[in-house]
């Protein structure tokens, strides 16, 4: 028998069952007590709803709607092609769609930090997941004069996005402990590369099914909306730092600036987010320009021809997006695997890991543009093992976070790191890499040939910011036994009791006048920075 948060009994319960509330808080086992009645049906209703609000189904859901959100942001790279053509913008134009996309998403990012720190994050979850998915849907009824509506559009749907990318790391963060919550963070990031394939494929298959690339933006928001939904019904909001057991003991809460200040200080943050910019600009331009450079190589060796008219060939897409979802896959699940195998040997084995796939993956990707002249098979190959590398450190990089970062403080962390990654990685980088590839082309505009290598030439500009990355994580493993056990010292100091706790008086505004001695330093719950 188990007893539901308004004082029914729930019919079916064994002895040992609990129940969650609707706070996600567990009754305990009562004995039968003639105060109890019988539930009623919508009770039972609820009951049974609250009782599927586990961790495991709350991270299952937060996944998928990571995927959504991925999947969203590559469809349009998915059908970049037919853009151009339809919209007649060049390299540049076309890459801006994704620069401005990311611009409004890392400066909407500490914001939603800020908030997701302190109000309940699974509204906010919904309410950004439900604003992309009307702003894609619309959209997809901009007609060809209006492709400036279109760009406004991209930045709408970066902010929505930006409120889950922020928020629900947080959340797992704060349902699972340890190896459990290096598996599940695991998981929620294999949805980057898995929804980033997910995106080309559907962007592709809609478009040759609808006959036109508008039908690429009328599936996601379809699947968004149910998300939204089931973040709503299904994921508690656990309290901040209940996985380390430190959620009810903790008794302070520091200020903005206060947190503000010991990120900065933090060098393990500080360098893990400098490497997280380095896969940032190389994914954002890869994810965008790829696609295209395979189709310049075919060209140019005469096994395919240029696209004159719409729709174009979707086949290099669909490649594309198939071979990001199985690296994103093996890259993630070797990732995990490797780290935990590698911490019986060192204590500084996430960020060694993350440092020497960086660094092998840049070898790979290199390759990447000396044999796409000569053979796509082989340039596949390189993409292949180049990109499943560089998966492997997206997990690990977001376990580095949660482990010398406190919990009061992780959405504003995690905001944060995602604002310097896009700020210095692919906020810029897919714009950069089409300017760089129009200035090449001015000369000789009419070459297939030169339109092929000088697009090459841009993105060999990839491999060098990867090694820069493969530098940052080296430095982050110097300093990060040191921050975690600060981390930990800290998370100590928050959770003493209030009469422990070093506090500043907050003083009334009609008490303001009164002279220093009169006022009393006891009561007062302000932690001092």
């Given amino acids: 028998m188990c007893v539901e948060s308004d004082g029914c009994e729930i019919e079916g319960c064994s002895s040992s069952d609990e129940v969650h509330t609707l706070s996600g808080s567990m009754s305990p086992t009562l004995k039968s007590s003639p105060d109890l009645h019988p539930c009623k049906p919508g009770q039972k209703f609820r009951a049974a709803l609250l009782r599927c609000r586990s961790p495991i189904v709350a991270a299952g859901i937060l996944s998928f709607g990571n995927v959504l959100n991925y999947m969203d942001r590559y469809t349009v790279a998915g059908v970049l092609l037919d853009i151009q053509k339809h919209f007649e913008v060049g390299d540049s134009g076309a890459g801006l769609l994704q620069t401005v996309f990311i611009c409004s998403f890392m400066i909407a990012a500490p914001i939603f930090g800020y908030l997701g720190d302190r109000f309940n994050r699974k509204i906010i979850l919904s309410c950004g997941i439900f604003f992309w998915s009307f702003v894609t849907l619309l959209s997809s009824f901009i007609t060809k004069d209006y492709y400036w509506l279109l760009v406004l559009s991209r930045c709408l749907v970066g902010i929505g996005e930006s409120s889950y990318s922020s928020i629900s790391p947080t959340i797992i963060g704060d349902l699972f402990t340890n190896n459990k919550r290096t598996v599940m963070l695991s998981v929620f990031y294999l949805a980057i590369p898995l929804g980033s394939g997910l995106g080309y494929i559907l962007g592709s298959i809609a478009k040759d099914a609808g006959g036109d690339w508008f039908w690429a933006l009328r599936v996601s928001p379809m699947l968004g909306l149910t998300a939204g939904t089931l973040i709503l019904i299904f994921v508690p909001e656990p309290k901040r730092g209940s996985a380390d057991h430190i959620a009810g003991r903790i008794r302070t809460r520091t200020s903005w600036l206060c947190d503000m200040k010991a990120l900065a200080k933090n060098r393990s943050y500080v360098f893990s987010s400098l490497a997280s910019a380095a896969v940032s600009f190389a994914t954002g331009a890869f994810g965008i320009w790829i696609p295209q450079y395979l189709v310049r190589a075919q060209v140019v060796q005469k096994t395919a021809v240029s696209c004159t008219y719409q729709p174009c060939s979707s086949k290099d897409s669909l490649i594309f997006g198939a071979i990001t979802c199985v690296t994103g896959l093996l890259g993630v699940v070797i990732g995990a695997v490797t780290t935990r195998l590698c911490r019986q040997k060192t204590e500084r084995a996430d960020p060694l890991v993350c440092a020497v796939s960086m660094l092998g993956s840049a070898i790979f990707i290199c390759l990447i543009f000396v044999v796409a002249k000569k053979s796509i098979v082989g340039a596949y190959i390189c993409i292949f093992i180049g990109e499943t590398l560089l998966f492997l450190n997206w997990a690990i990089t977001a376990d580095i976070l949660m482990y010398v970062v406190i919990p009061t403080r992780r959405a504003t962390a995690v905001a944060f790191q995602g604002f310097t990654s896009h700020l210095l990685g692919d906020a810029g980088s897919p714009y950069l890499i089409g300017l760089i590839s129009d200035s090449?082309?001015?000369?000789?505009?009419?070459?297939?040939?030169?339109?092929?290598?000088?697009?090459?030439?841009?993105?060999?500009?990839?491999?060098?910011?990867?090694?820069?990355?493969?530098?940052?994580?080296?430095?982050?493993?110097?300093?990060?036994?040191?921050?975690?056990?600060?981390?930990?010292?800290?998370?100590?100091?928050?959770?003493?009791?209030?009469?422990?706790v070093k506090v500043r008086p907050q003083i009334p505004t009609s008490l303001q006048q009164r002279p220093p001695h009169f006022f009393p330093l006891h009561g007062y719950k302000m932690l001092s920075c």
């Fill in 440 to 500: 090449l082309q001015e000369t000789y505009a009419t070459s297939a040939l030169w339109q092929f290598l000088s697009l090459g030439y841009a993105l060999m500009l990839c491999p060098f910011v990867i090694v820069l990355g493969g530098m940052f994580f080296l430095a982050t493993a110097l300093f990060f036994l040191d921050d975690r056990d600060k981390a930990e010292k800290q998370v100590n100091q928050l959770s003493r009791q209030p009469s422990t």
